[in-house]
């Protein structure tokens, strides 16, 4: 049986940095909405009113954030394996083999672009390899690829039994 007959890609595209960061932007503008609505609910402004301690403040206003940003992430890309900024790139998040990666994986990934993304992509683009995975989705042993147009929709053909 071959790789075509098993329904096993064996031609992995890496996406591009450029492609992963325009889905992050959709992704962050999207989430950041959800967020600041979120913290307008609940607190009826979006100034939590910490005063002088803007540092105290700003801390504060990270974590729910995060938080947010984690569950967004970490729901679409484990049960569709793709966020909106992804499927409008044609982007999706596979294991190391191009399977579908476990709920592990998916968390340890999005628990970096989450909560420590800038950290995550400097280190990831000095020590990258030629998966382009950033240092979380090393230790989640995931990769972000291209979708190929034969993996669309539009090939799939309907007979009538």
């Known amino acids: ?3 075509s007959d098993s329904g096993i890609s064996s031609n992995i595209i890496i996406a591009k940095w450029t492609d992963r960061f325009l889905a992050w932007l959709i992704d962050f503008i999207i989430v950041s909405i959800i967020s600041t609505s979120i913290i307008f609910t609940s607190f009826g402004t979006i100034d939590y009113g910490f ?13 729910p954030t ?5 569950t967004y992430w970490t729901i679409l890309e484990y049960k569709i394996s793709q966020t909106i900024g992804e499927k409008i790139l044609n982007l999706k998040i596979v294991n190391i083999n191009g399977k ?6 998916i968390m340890i990934s999005s628990f970096g672009k989450s909560f420590l993304l800038p950290i995550d992509v400097a280190l990831g683009w ?3 390899n030629e ?10 042993d995931t990769l972000v690829v291209k979708i190929k147009e034969s993996e669309s929709t539009s090939d799939i053909r309907y007979a009538k039994d």
């Not at 005063?51 to 974590?63: H, N, Q, T």
């Not at 998966?131 to 989640?140: D, E, P, V």
Request: net charge positive.
């Open 100 to 105: 579908k990666p476990d709920l592990t994986g």
């Open 131 to 140: 998966k382009r995975q950033r240092i979380f989705n090393k230790l989640g």
């Open 51 to 63: 005063g002088e301690d803007v540092f105290w403040a700003e801390s504060i206003r990270y974590i």
């Open 126 to 128: 000095f020590l990258t």
């Open 1 to 3: 049986m071959s790789n």
């Open 66 to 70: 995060s938080i947010v940003f984690f």
